[in-house]
């Protein structure tokens, strides 16, 4: 493949989510309109979570090339007139809430955090279907029940709900902060 000119790299392998969404905000900010950035990750996560961001904030998702260890994603900045305002998910719950809610009936917890992720530790009764696979795999999840959607930290778990919302799902909420700090049972797989 020709290499893929960029105009500035963003070295953001070793971290994880949602360090490369956070640093790729502050670095697209510095660029000018129709520069390309170069996001150089090794969190596979990073696949659906940047390509995700890009689009919500209506950058430009070029694509994204893997070589060796490193996903190299390319990310075009838009103009004034192109970028539309970064929108969250309006309905969250704390921790705590979610402890209560996961006493009723009718309530399915999502897990979108990657396999390896969710295999060293992931609430009990919670569905693993990671960011990247959720909108090929939206019949899995009933939509007559509430639906809590858990990640690391309320990144990607945020980006989920607003895509189950779109998709036409009623009752769905966000876990804020989620597993980062959950201190509730924790189930390990594998």
Not at 10 to 29: F, H
Not at 148 to 160: E, N, Q
């Amino acid at each position: 493949m020709t290499e893929i000119k960029a105009d500035h790299v963003l070295d953001s392998k070793g971290m994880a989510c949602p360090m490369p969404v956070v640093k790729t905000r502050k670095e697209i900010d510095q660029l000018e309109p129709g520069k390309v950035l170069l996001v150089e990750a090794t969190d596979p996560g990073s696949k659906a979570d940047l390509k995700a961001w890009s689009e919500r904030g209506g950058h430009q998702y070029l694509g994204v090339v893997e070589e060796d260890d490193v996903i190299k994603h390319y990310i075009r900045k838009a103009s004034s007139d192109e970028v539309s305002e970064e929108t969250t998910h309006e309905n969250k719950v704390n921790n705590e809430q979610l402890k209560q809610k996961l006493t009723a009936e009718n309530v399915t917890l999502v897990d979108v955090r990657e396999p390896a992720e969710y295999a060293f530790g992931h609430i009990p009764t919670a569905v693993s279907i990671p960011f990247g696979e959720l909108e090929a795999r939206l019949n899995e999840i009933e939509k007559d029940q509430e639906v809590y959607v858990v990640c690391r930290t309320g990144s990607r778990s945020d980006l989920a709900a607003q895509l189950l919302t779109e998709k036409g799902f009623e009752n769905v909420y966000n876990v804020v902060p989620g597993m980062s700090t959950w201190d509730g049972d924790v189930e390990r797989s594998g």
